[in-house]
């Protein structure tokens, strides 16, 4: 059984840094795609930002040049530095990894960690 966790939210005032963290464990064969999603009260959940397994990345137009996607493949982990914080980063955030976990392909998510940026 795959487990995806995030780590690393809280309380981050504006203009400020957070550095999320999320590692999936388990029975993992292979990884394809990771990538963060939030989700703000009273909104739908949204892309943030994916890294591919060679290193490719994409950003939603509202983060660019602010965060930063990264990942550690042989780890499992992916990382989401965030600078330069602004209080519509206020949410939710999810990792979703796209893992080879038993037969077949399947994206798994994690609970989700809250970032809150507040003055």
């Known amino acids: 059984q795959v487990q995806v966790v995030e780590s690393g939210g809280g309380l981050a005032q504006p203009g400020g840094s957070l550095r999320l963290s999320c590692v999936a464990s388990g029975r993992i064969f292979s990884i394809n795609t990771m990538g963060w999603y939030r989700q703000a009260p009273g909104k739908q959940r949204e892309s943030v930002a994916n890294?591919?397994?060679?290193?490719?990345?994409n950003y939603a137009d509202a983060v660019k040049g602010r965060f930063t996607i990264s990942s550690a493949n042989a780890k499992n982990t992916v990382y989401l530095q965030m600078n330069s914080l602004k209080t519509d980063d206020t949410g939710v955030y999810y990792c979703?990894?796209?893992?080879?976990?038993?037969?077949?392909?399947?994206?798994?998510w994690g609970p989700g960690t809250q970032v809150t940026v507040s003055s």
């Open positions: 890294i591919t397994v060679d290193g490719r990345t």
């Open positions: 979703s990894q796209r893992l080879l976990g038993g037969l077949k392909w399947d994206d798994y």
